[in-house]
């Protein structure tokens, strides 16, 4: 979670009050307003708690508008109320909530099918908060499976781990909490993500893994799974190391199970050892869950599942929290049961259809150069064509905010930091409908951006990246 400072001087005034809240609230008034930081000295009724928390939250974005972030902003409200039911039950209270913790190794188990494990019985699995807890827990499987095989050199070696320069922040948080050497293929021309043989030219005694990513965050892209493993195949072949593949699968995961059923790029490639994936974004769940899934528990080594008995029961886990709630994980089973691979297929295809149409559309433009159509994830990026000076990416991401849209605009990474793209991502919820909306909002724009004497956004209005 940010980070957060304590209060600035001028911040430290009491919440505005309606008068409202006071004398005339009939549920008991308020004559004093309650400070900002630090806590009340005598409780409020709860109606003007809650009144005064809800106008707060009033200012916050509207979701359904917010086309930078891949996470779920709605479930049908069938989901709300199971959710609702289940808000008190601790998803590590396993013992007293046996049934939620059954839902819960139905999911792993329907995760590990949809994803070809060769012996879904053999397979290892648990839900986490989301991918960025998953791959943590992936990458010190790779890690100390490496420092197993490595006992006699451990700990003096430094343990590296192999990836694009596209990948998710959670794999430079994972690199430096557990001290392990980050080996960033970079961008080179029009390829915007990992090279297969880039990257197994990077690996070393020293390499735990690959991490391949389905789909990039930088512009949907999937990377070339199939192809990563054969690369290292034929690395193994040449110099015997035997390197282990991890799929970031945190939006494909969901999504090419459904459209892409012929794409391998999952437990059918022997080299791919786990897979994470969001439940909370394709998985179209509200945030607070992930799956790392292991092929079996070979992959998994025994030494990092932690058996408690504090609460009764004594089943095993594996996770960096210990309380959790359990209705995301609820809300999973439910969205599993109620769909189907019918039900995915459909939500995932119409979703990619509004994004190859939208991408289409601002292609007939003209102003602007696609890097991605939405035809892998339901995300395109497009950066403004050459002969555009008046204006750039920034300047569109800001004007789009004055019609309420939330797009980011970033500059890529090494070796590409010359470009400067815009995103979209299509969720379930971005109806072909809003995205007409979107579109007419664009084109709107245009002839104010095009009689711009420069681009005029500052330097320090630019964002610098948005990567989930
Ligand atoms: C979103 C994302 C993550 C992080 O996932 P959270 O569920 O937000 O923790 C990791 N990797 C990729 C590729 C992502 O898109």
Known sequence: MALHKGPEKQEQRPMSVNPFFGEANPVGGMTEAPPTHRLPDSPLPPQTAYQLVHDELMLDGNSRLNLATFVTTWMEPQAGVLMGECRDKNMIDKDEYPRTAELERRCVAMLADLWNAPDPSAAVGCSTTGSSEACMLAGMALKRRWAKRNADRYPGARPNLVMGVNVQVCWDKFCNFWEVEPRLVP???????????????????????????????????????ADLCAALDALQERTGLDVPVHVDGASGGMVAPFLDPDLVWDFRLPRVTSINTSGHKYGLVYPG?????????????????????????????????????????????????????????????????????????????????????????????????????????????????????????????????????????????????????????????????????????QDKEKATGFHH
């Open 187 to 225: 961008m080179e021309g029009d390829r915007y993500h990992l090279d297969p043989q880039a990257a197994a030219e990077l690996c070393d005694e020293n390499t735990i893994g690959v991490v391949g990513i389905l789909g990039s965050t930088f512009d949907g892209s999937y990377e070339p799974i």
């Open 289 to 457: 869950v992930g799956w790392a899934l292991w092929r079996d528990t070979e992959s998994l080594p025994e030494e990092l599942v932690f058996r408690v008995n504090y609460l009764g029961g004594d089943m095993p886990t594996f996770a960096l929290n210990f309380s959790r709630p359990g209705a995301q994980v609820v809300a999973q089973y439910y969205t599993f049961l109620r769909l189907g691979r019918e039900g995915y297929q459909a939500v995932q295809q119409t979703t990619r259809d509004v994004a190859t149409g939208l991408s289409a559309r601002v292609a007939e433009l003209g102003d602007f150069r696609l890097l991605t159509r939405g035809d892998q994830l339901p995300v395109f990026a497009f950066t403004t064509a050459d002969d555009v000076k008046a204006y750039d990416v920034f300047d569109v991401s800001r004007r789009l905010r004055e019609h309420g849209w939330l797009v980011p605009a970033y500059t890529f990474p090494p070796n590409r930091e010359d470009l400067s793209v815009i995103r979209v991502v299509c969720r379930n919820g971005f109806s072909a409908d809003l995205a007409e909306l979107f579109l007419e909002d664009l084109n709107r724009l245009l002839p104010q951006l095009r009689r711009q004497p420069h681009p005029l956004t």
